[in-house]
């Protein structure tokens, strides 16, 4: 069977969450927490936080397409975030936090316009999608304590109380794609 793989950035608040999410799906082979679309050249932590160098906090993921499909992976981002909120998740606030999808392709491209058209079409949220969808530019890999966090660090608060609960929501809403 021929195995190819695509690769995707997701912005959904702190990458922490998304990364614990991520790790857990069926098809998904490479999962980085990092920083991208902003202006500034190698962002730190301390630059993107301040939300002065226009970056987004994301998980870069490269996916086994044989198993999961784009369209999949986009599906379970919509679930594991509030996607409605612009420059904030929950109590992170600022632009580093926005929802976003940071695609390599231009069929990604499109694919997640339908998307975010379809859901804001049928009425899945109550308020507009916010996500802005644009070409993954400027990425950077976070710092090293940041990749795998919530694996790392299961009972520190923000996970105990942020990703462990996205993490629940993932494994409910799509056993079908969830890690044995």
């Known amino acids: 069977m021929q195995h190819s793989t695509q690769t995707l950035a997701l912005g959904a608040g702190c990458f922490w969450c998304s990364e614990s999410v991520y790790l857990q799906v069926r098809g998904v ?6 920083y991208c679309n902003g202006h500034l050249p190698n962002p730190r932590y301390d630059d993107v936080c301040t939300g002065l160098s226009g970056h987004n906090e994301v998980v870069k993921l490269e996916f086994d397409t044989s198993v999961i499909t784009v369209r999949e992976m986009l599906e379970i981002f919509f679930v594991i975030h509030d996607p409605t909120t612009l420059n904030r ?14 695609c390599t392709t231009p069929a990604q491209l499109q694919l997640a316009r339908d998307l975010v058209a379809e859901v804001n079409a049928i009425g899945t949220y109550t308020s507009p999608v916010v996500t802005e969808v644009q070409i993954l530019a400027n990425y950077a890999r976070a710092e090293e304590y940041h990749q795998n966090f919530f694996a790392k660090n299961p009972s520190q608060g923000y996970c105990v109380a942020v990703a462990a609960p996205k993490v ?3 494994r409910k809403t799509f056993a079908r794609l969830a890690k044995a």
């Open 29 to 34: 082979v490479a999962v980085e927490s990092g």
């Open 168 to 170: 629940a929501k993932f």
């Open 89 to 102: 998740q929950g109590h992170d606030v600022g632009t580093q936090y926005r929802s976003g999808i940071y």
